[in-house]
């Protein structure tokens, strides 16, 4: 799981917003401003028949702040990515 659901900066990060594209999610922010220091990313392959399926995580990142439940206050209701 991106940790970058319980980061501080998650609606500002460039990283995410990164991630948001590969995963073809809407944004939280259309232009971030938030530059994060030595994010790492984990990209899982996955085949599905004839597709390849690519999922981006962030697992560490020098940058993250934590607040818990940062993503779920900016999107109430939905669902939280995983």
């Known amino acids: ?3 970058c659901i319980n980061c501080h900066y998650v609606d500002r990060c460039t990283t995410y ?3 948001e594209a590969q995963h ?3 944004h939280l922010t259309e232009q971030p401003s938030f530059e994060a220091d030595s994010p790492e ?3 899982n392959i996955r085949p599905d028949g004839e597709v390849i399926e690519m999922e ?3 697992v560490g990142c020098a940058s993250f702040t ?4 940062k993503w ?4 109430p209701g939905e ?4």
């Open 72 to 75: 779920a206050k900016l999107r």
């Open 24 to 26: 073809q999610q809407t």
């Open 66 to 69: 934590q607040e818990q439940g």
């Open 79 to 82: 669902l939280i990515p995983t």
């Open 41 to 43: 990313i984990n990209v």
């Open 1 to 3: 799981m991106c940790i």
């Open 56 to 58: 981006w995580d962030v």
């Open 17 to 19: 917003h990164a991630v």
